[in-house]
């Protein structure tokens, strides 16, 4: 069964690094997703991605964060500069369409635990 | 801003029982999803309701949308502690269909 795969499972990292988090999401999907899950708290969406380009983005993803499809697989997360703040999941998730209520059932990868330290 | 509530934040039963999980919202949304989510890994669907009124069932899950698209229930029979699990409701729609999740239902069922 077609899945979303995400690498790597668990990224440890200093404040202030950069981090890429990455996503492989299912091939004849066209809507790319990033939503995170602070401990404890609830899924928060991040952004989505469609047709090479951002088509929406909440509030949280401020200018230090960056995604891109860099090949036809791929899709990827870029934090930056890290804070301890976004020591959260990280999931991906993909659509086979994104505006019509028919066929829009997202799919989530495993997700990436990202701690900072 | 678009919010899902969900009900109740835990429930602890036993194994056999009925329980039913709610989800509300003031806004209206073109489809809902639930999806069951262990600790450490990623939301999996489980079903997805795109119509006022619709029913799907599940074997021992069963899924309603309200008929105004604002309120979804999921309701489990003769529960088992394979069920056991964090339940998540979601709300989709717009143009990018991002999701908006709900408060989650801890639900643990003692053997």
């Known amino acids: 069964e077609p899945e979303v795969t995400q690498t790597p499972s668990h990224q440890v990292t200093q404040m202030g690094q950069e981090v890429i988090l990455r996503c492989v999401p299912i091939?004849?999907?066209?809507?790319f997703y990033w939503y995170r899950q602070i401990l404890g708290q609830k899924v928060e969406f991040l952004v989505s991605?469609?047709?090479?380009?951002?088509?929406?983005k909440s509030e949280i993803f401020d200018d230090q964060f960056s995604v891109e499809r860099p090949d036809g697989s791929n899709f990827t997360l870029k934090i930056r500069s890290t804070k301890l703040e976004d020591s959260a999941m990280y999931f991906c998730?993909?659509?086979?369409?994104?505006?019509?209520?028919?066929?829009?059932?997202?799919?989530f990868g495993q997700g990436t635990r990202l701690t900072v330290v | 801003t678009q919010l899902l509530e969900q009900s109740p934040q835990f429930l602890s039963i036993q194994e056999g029982e009925n329980l039913t999980v709610y989800c509300n919202s003031s806004?209206?949304?073109?489809?809902l999803q639930w999806y069951r989510q262990e600790p450490g890994e990623g939301p999996v669907l489980l079903v997805t309701?795109?119509?006022?009124?619709e029913v799907k069932k599940l074997k021992r899950l069963t899924f309603q949308f309200g008929d105004a698209r604002k309120d979804s229930s999921l309701h489990i029979t003769a529960a088992q502690p394979g069920d056991t699990g964090l339940y998540l409701c979601?709300?989709?729609?717009?143009?990018?269909?991002?999701?908006?999740f709900g408060t989650g239902t801890l639900l643990a069922v003692q053997p």
């Open positions: 998730a993909s659509t086979q369409q994104g505006n019509r209520r028919v066929n829009t059932e997202a799919f």
């Open positions: 091939s004849n999907h066209l809507y």
């Open positions: 991605f469609y047709n090479n380009e951002i088509s929406e």
């Open positions: 806004s209206v949304f073109s489809s």
């Open positions: 309701v795109v119509t006022g009124g």
């Open positions: 979601a709300g989709g729609g717009g143009a990018t269909n991002k999701l908006i």
